[in-house]
């Protein structure tokens, strides 16, 4: 499961994997910028013979967006066997036309060296909403 939420102050959060870590906002200011629930991915196995360990996508129809004249989007996610993460975010108006996102496919995320974080985001502690039952490479958290 993986849920999505808005942010309050989007501004603060440009480039902030670039910024140097005095410059990032504090772990109390992250809390505090998380706004109402967007929507909720379900992640289910991939089977058999497929690049991917786990898949999902926003329900059907999407979720509401009014984001550059969408009135809808919707997303898919799959977390790949080489630790990948691909997203394919893209916002539609009431005619069905792709009004925002990328066309071609989706975004790949790759993970990133455990040097790199520099353990910025570890004072956070974000509850479970449900026991944590599988883990891939302490990277990712999923729950099912």
């Given at each position: ?126 509850p479970p909403s449900q026991p944590m ?12």
């Open positions: 499961m993986l849920s999505s939420y808005a942010i309050r102050d989007v501004e603060e959060y440009k480039n902030l994997c670039d910024r140097p870590r005095d410059q990032c906002p504090l772990p109390e200011e992250v809390i505090g910028d998380i706004a109402e629930h967007l929507t909720t991915i379900y992640l289910k196995p991939c089977g058999r013979g497929k690049h991917c360990l786990y898949e999902g996508s926003t329900p059907p129809g999407g979720f509401p967006n009014s984001w550059n004249g969408a009135t809808y989007c919707t997303s898919e996610l799959s977390i790949l066997k080489n630790n990948e993460i691909h997203t394919w975010d893209r916002g539609y108006d009431d005619d069905g036309n792709q009004v925002w996102g990328v066309k071609e496919g989706p975004y790949e995320f790759k993970s990133a060296p455990a040097s790199c974080f520099n353990g910025m985001f570890s004072p956070l502690n974000f039952e599988k883990r891939i490479e302490g990277s990712f958290v999923l729950q099912e």
